[in-house]
Each structure stands twice: as C-alpha cells, then as structure tokens.
C-alpha cells in the first residue's frame, strides 16, 4: 500500500520568505500526485496536480512543486510567501492506474507572519 | 453553490449515541468519497461509492459505522453507539468516473462528550 510522509509538522516563515514543504511517497508504480490546501476554517483545495509529463507544475497563487521520480518525491515550492498562505498543506497520492483512494501525508502547517 | 456539502457543519453528542451525516456531492459526479481527520493528521480513507455501490471500506469503518448512498445522488454516514475516540472531522469527496480529482466539502466536525 502506499503512503506518504511530509517532513514539516509546522513551519514558520516571515512574509516574503521562500517556501519549500517536503514530500515523499512509498509507491512501485506510476502514481499521480496532489497538493491540497487548507485555509482556516475552509475545505480542501486543489493547489496543483501531477499526473505526466513536465515533472515542474505550477499551480495557483503562485506555488509550484517538482516531481522527482528518482527521490519519489514531490515537494512544494513558493519564492515568496504572504501572510495569506497560513494554512495546512497536504501533500496526497494515488495510484495511476485503479480506483484506489487518495492517500495523503500528514500535513504541513504554514505560519506566514508580518 | 455548486461545491460538495455537508450538514450538520459540528455535532456536538453524548457517548452512546448515534449520528448521521449527510453528504451532497457536485451534481454530475458519480464517485463519493468518505475521510476522517483527526488534530495532526491528514485525511484517513474511510469508503466510497460508484454511484449507489458501495465499492470499498477501509479497517478503520468498524461495525458501528455504515454508509448508504440509496439513490446514487447524497450520502450519509451513521455512526452509533458514538466512543470519543470518534470525535473527528468527516469530510466528503466526489468526483467523475474518469476524473482524477476530488473535491472536497467543508466537514462535519463531531464531538463526542
């Protein structure tokens, strides 16, 4: 079964500060890959998505994360933060093929203070 | 709004007792998906559905949980005989057939006193 593991349990940044959120899966296979976030208060959102191709994907708000294949990893990235991105951060899997449900990480919390 | 819902958003019941919650998922989707969160965790698999077939449940839906979706349309979870140990949030998911996306609904956070 897969799993995955995301480094931070909570971070800390000044505004204007660069952002990278670790993720690593356990997986054999071809997998497809998912950020989502979570505002106070909010649902789960899609920030981006991995399915093929280009392993640089860009999402919204400016984040962007990179699928290394080779490090089975797929962490987030940001150049720049604003306090509006405090949330919680989830990284997710799923395998390509099958309808298995998606797997996610435990979790990033992102304080961005002024 | 066209989202993913779910009612109540907070539950607040005594051990013992038994919820339900509904779920409405985005109109044309015909996969519905059911997650716990608990503090510190990210969301935990508990069942879904194809249409009104329930396809999978997870270890963690023991036998006082049950989850119905009679029509292919809304679903809901029951739990009885509510432990604390339950107290979490119950989060719904749809998608399409081929989609690889799930939407999410807020939550129904329960809270068992």
Known sequence: AQSVSQHNHHVILSEAASLELGCNYSYGGTVNLFWYVQYPGQHLQLLLKYFSGDPLVKGIKGFEAEFIKSKFSFNLRKPSVQWSDTAEYFCAVIPSSGNTPLVFGKGTRLSVIA | ?113
């Open chain 2, 1 to 113: 709004d066209t989202g993913v819902s779910q009612d109540p958003r907070h539950k607040i019941t005594k051990r013992g007792q038994n919820v339900t919650f509904r779920c409405d998922p985005i109109s044309e989707h015909n996969r519905l998906y059911w997650y716990r969160q608990t503090l510190g965790q990210g969301p935990e698999f508990l069942t879904y559905f194809q249409n009104e077939a329930q396809l999978e449940k997870s270890r963690l839906l023991s036998d006082r949980f049950s989850a119905e979706r009679p029509k292919g349309s809304f679903s809901t979870l029951e739990i009885q005989r509510t432990e604390q140990g339950d107290s979490a949030m119950y989060l719904c998911a749809s998608r399409t057939q081929s989609g690889s996306i799930q939407y999410f609904g807020a939550g129904t956070r329960l809270s068992v006193l």
